[in-house]
């Protein structure tokens, strides 16, 4: 597992023109970085917020979440990576704001938001290198310059979890499912996350009905024939491996609607 350090990222961060937080749009409450706007602030650089993933969300609900941020005063673009959606506008508007040449753009933000799929897709070609498993351990090891055209660089980082990271997006993020010592707490809690804002999202990906998570995991074990060799019971631990690696690959689908901000009860 490699996380950027935040040294390292402060000293990249300085170097750079202008600073691209990619957040992942199901969840924008826990996968935005504080510190890291933070620290764009006080380092006085452009700062873009990017939502990415946005083909997993309905496009109002892009919108709306783009608004909320606008109104906080941060400059802000949807897009998805994986279908190209906004991505020639996102490269339109970093020139706009930027206005020097040549200049580079550092690329930062939570784990597995798409931060090196996003330099793949303003290059138009593969460079910088993306889990080809979703949710496998943080997948960009090292600091990567990338050319996306004569005098516009990007430079991609592996991800950070600030210190302040949301629950349980910091957890989920920061280890692949393997290396969780204890998955079942981050599982339950994603599940309770699915039944709450898409009911269906559970019964759609496996087939069950049920609506306890704990008894989720269990029947998940069941019907995948996971079980402890000794005590015969249903090997729980698997099943949430399994719900976190769902979410990551957005088998099992829900996203934080931004009423939810709104209401402030985050
Ligand atoms: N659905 C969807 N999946 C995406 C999108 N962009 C990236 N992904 C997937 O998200 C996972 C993580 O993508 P990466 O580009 O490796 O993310 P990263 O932020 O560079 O990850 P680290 O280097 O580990 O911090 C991969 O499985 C991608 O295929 C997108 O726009 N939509
Ligand atoms: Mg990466």
Do not use: C
């Not at 924008?28 to 969300?57: C, F, G, W, Y």
């Not at 753009?105 to 597995?112: A, F, I, Q």
């Not at 719900?243 to 996203?255: E, G, Q, V």
């Amino acid at each position: 597992m490699e996380l950027a350090s935040w040294r390292l990222l402060a000293r990249t961060m300085k170097n750079a023109d202008v600073v691209l937080e990619v957040v992942d749009i199901r969840d924008p409450i826990h996968t935005r970085s504080r510190r890291v706007e933070q620290m764009a602030e006080a380092m006085d650089k452009d700062l873009i917020i990017v939502l990415n993933k946005s083909d997993l969300v309905p496009r109002n609900v892009a919108e709306k979440w783009a608004r909320i941020i606008e109104g906080q005063g941060y400059d802000v673009l949807y897009i998805s990576a994986r279908h190209r959606l906004g991505t020639r506008i996102l490269r339109g508007f970093i020139k706009h704001v930027v206005r020097i040449k040549p200049f580079s753009v550092v690329v930062v933000g939570y784990p597995k938001t798409g931060k090196s799929s996003i330099i793949n897709a303003l290059r138009g070609r593969k460079g910088a290198q993306t889990s080809p498993i979703p949710g496998s351990p943080g997948y960009t090891k090292a600091i990567q310059l990338l050319k996306i055209e004569p005098g516009f660089y990007m430079i991609d980082t592996p991800g950070v979890i600030p210190v302040e990271g949301g629950w349980p997006e910091a957890i989920i993020r920061g280890r692949s499912p393997e290396e969780l010592v204890d998955p079942v707490p981050p599982a339950v809690a994603l599940l309770e996350r699915a039944l709450k804002y898409n009911p269906k999202a559970v019964e759609k990906a496996y087939g069950i009905r049920e609506r306890d998570p704990m008894l989720i995991l269990e029947e998940l074990a069941r019907k995948r024939g996971w079980y402890y060799k000794l005590s015969k019971e249903p090997l729980i631990e698997e099943a949430a491996r399994t719900i976190i690696r769902d979410y990551h690959r957005a088998k099992l689908l829900f996203y934080v609607p931004p009423e939810e901000y709104l209401g402030g009860r985050h």
